[in-house]
């Protein structure tokens, strides 16, 4: 009988249960074009589910599943949370609010209650800063943690025990294919979030709370025909949001929004309307009804 020939020998780490789910180095380019690729394939998804284009979104989901599915594009985003590529998006929202959240716990002990939208790890800054009391949410859960559930189908609060201080929609909306979801998408959030003005007996957490924390690539802001940072403030304001803080990098785009009270006044309805015009301009915008 004739001998199996043995291939080259293997190292010891082949041989050991693998302990730790080790993401595979892709590009910043190659991750930029996949989460790209990813969008937009999601916004043709939603475009021939509309049409009744059942054989158009077979292909598509042919192609969707072809670029690693869902877990390749979460794949793709967590490369871009390391630290030499910006880092994990909480690390801005915990500086933003770190003095007032030390000084609450000295005084009350009360962890604040947090939602985050669109989780991929429970290892951010948020989550290891113990500040928050945090519900993990996300459309395919990477583990335990994180529930696997559709921020758009959570069922509505019955009551205050069900809502939160704070949300995170960080790099999410700018998933959803199309403006009208997006925008149902922030009106959604105000249905989550506390009350305003309950934080009487911690005055320092009135500036900064109920809120949502809203993190986007920055050319959605930045150099879109349809948004920038005049129209997502009228936006977000006639929702009854007042802009706490933000900053903007190269890659992306932080807010802080306190929930405040829906002005009668507020403008609206916010339709895509052209604001900017150019060759180079992208399309993101979001629609208000
Ligand atoms: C680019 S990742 C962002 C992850 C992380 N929040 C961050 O800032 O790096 C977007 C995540 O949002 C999730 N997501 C998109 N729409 C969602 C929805 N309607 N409900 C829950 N999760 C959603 C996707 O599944 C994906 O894991």
């Known amino acids: ?3 199996k020939k043995k291939g ?5 780490a082949a041989g050991r249960p693998p302990v730790l789910h080790r993401v595979k180095s892709i590009s910043r380019s190659a991750t930029k074009a996949l989460i790209n690729k990813h969008h937009l394939l999601q916004k ?4 021939a589910i509309a049409k009744g284009d059942g054989a158009g979104e077979a292909a598509i989901n042919v192609e969707i599943e072809a670029l690693g599915g869902i877990e390749g ?3 793709a985003s967590l490369q871009g949370q390391r630290h030499d590529r910006g880092g994990d998006s909480s690390r801005v929202l915990m500086q933003w609010l770190e003095p007032c959240l030390s000084s609450q716990e000295a005084d009350s002990g009360r962890r604040l209650r947090m939602l985050e939208v669109g989780a991929l790890s429970t290892q951010n800054a948020c989550s290891k800063s113990n500040h928050f ?3 993990r949410i996300d459309l395919n859960s990477q583990g335990e943690g994180i529930l696997q559930q559709d921020f758009m189908e959570r069922p509505l609060p019955k009551d205050e025990s069900e809502q939160f201080d704070i949300i995170s929609l960080s790099l999410v909306l700018n998933y959803v294919p199309e403006p009208q979801g997006r ?3 922030l009106r959604r959030t105000t249905q989550f979030l506390l009350a305003p003005g309950r ?11 109920p809120s949502l924390f809203l993190v986007l690539p920055a050319p959605c802001v930045t150099n879109s025909r349809y948004l920038d940072e005049e129209r997502l403030v009228a936006i977000m304001e006639s929702l009854g949001y007042v802009k706490v803080a933000s900053k ?12 405040g009270r829906v002005c009668k006044r507020a403008g609206g309805p916010f339709q895509k309307k052209e604001i900017r015009a150019g060759p180079t301009r992208n399309n993101f915008a979001v629609v208000l009804s």
């Open 133 to 135: 009391e945090i519900e």
């Open 44 to 47: 043709k998804k939603r475009q």
């Open 199 to 209: 934080y009487i007996g911690a005055p320092q957490l009135t500036a900064s709370f």
């Open 1 to 3: 009988m004739a001998l």
């Open 248 to 259: 903007t990098t190269q890659r992306l785009v932080y807010y802080l929004w306190k929930r």
């Open 183 to 185: 925008g149902e998408m």
């Open 73 to 75: 594009y979460q794949e």
């Open 8 to 12: 080259p020998p293997k190292s010891l």
